[in-house]
Nanobody, 121 residues
């Protein structure tokens, strides 16, 4: 069974920084794209950033220049460094990964439980 577990959320003042971590565990053969999504109250879940196994990254326009996604393939970790945080960044942040559990299985999308990030003004 595959699990994604996020950590690092919390309360921070506007202009501050937080670093989110996500660890994938369980029976994992290969991980393709990993990413972070967020969902604010009353809004749909939205993409924040993604990163391929080769290190190519993609960001939402709203976080470009402020957030940095990175990953540690050997340890099945993905990070999100968030700087210059704004109140509108307040949301539950979810880790996401495309994972194969065996060399013949199909890719399946997994989600973490989410971690709350609150930015006060």
């Amino acid at each position: 069974q595959v699990q994604l577990v996020e950590s690092g959320g919390g309360l921070v003042q506007a202009g501050g920084s937080l670093r989110l971590s996500c660890a994938a565990s369980g029976i994992i053969f290969s991980i393709n794209v990993m990413g972070w999504y967020r969902q604010a109250p009353g809004k749909q879940r939205e993409l924040v950033a993604t990163i391929t196994s080769g290190g190519s990254s993609n960001y939402a326009d709203s976080v470009k220049g402020r957030f940095t996604i990175s990953r540690d393939n050997a340890n099945k970790l993905v990070y999100l460094q968030m700087n210059s945080l704004k109140p509108e960044d307040t949301a539950v942040y979810y880790c996401n990964a495309d994972i194969r559990t065996t060399y013949i299985s199909t890719w399946f999308e997994y989600w973490g439980q989410g971690t709350q990030v609150t930015v006060s003004s």
